[in-house]
């Protein structure tokens, strides 16, 4: 079955870095665009960054542009979140998602409604 799980996480101080690991079973990586959400306590789920499949187009919220990096690996079926020059407000639980294909990727992949399967998460905390 499909199946999306995350890695990478921990604690870091402000202004460090932590690489995040989408590890794909149960279909086929090459063939879909992969996001990246967040959700911090009492917030809603947020979109922080997506992945085409088509042609490696990238796309983030501008809360993480020039800190966030997404790259995927197909062969290896995994999907990868560099986070440097973390800050306190990057805290929270992250995951990732299969994009579902029934909408054009640069214009929702921000919504989660768009995505059909999803990860477990995996926690990051930045704080001194």
């Known amino acids: 079955q499909v199946q999306l799980e995350e890695s990478g996480g921990g604690l870091v101080q402000p202004g460090g870095s932590l690489r995040l690991s989408c590890t794909a079973s149960?279909?086929?990586?090459?063939?879909?665009?992969i996001g990246w959400f967040r959700q911090a306590p009492g917030k809603e789920r947020e979109g922080v960054s997506c992945?085409?499949?088509?042609?490696?187009?990238?796309y983030y919220a501008e809360s993480v542009k020039g800190r966030f990096t997404i790259s995927r690996d197909n062969a290896a079926k995994m999907v990868h979140l560099q986070m440097n020059s973390l800050k306190p407000e990057d805290t929270g639980l992250y995951y990732c998602?299969?994009?579902?294909?029934?909408?054009?990727?640069?214009?929702?992949?921000?919504?989660?409604?768009?995505?059909?399967?999803w990860g477990q998460g995996t926690q990051v905390t930045v704080s001194s």
């Open positions: 998602a299969r994009f579902g294909g029934w909408s054009k990727v640069a214009l929702t992949w921000r919504r989660d409604v768009s995505y059909d399967y």
């Open positions: 992945i085409s499949s088509r042609d490696n187009s990238t």
């Open positions: 149960g279909f086929t990586l090459d063939s879909y665009d």
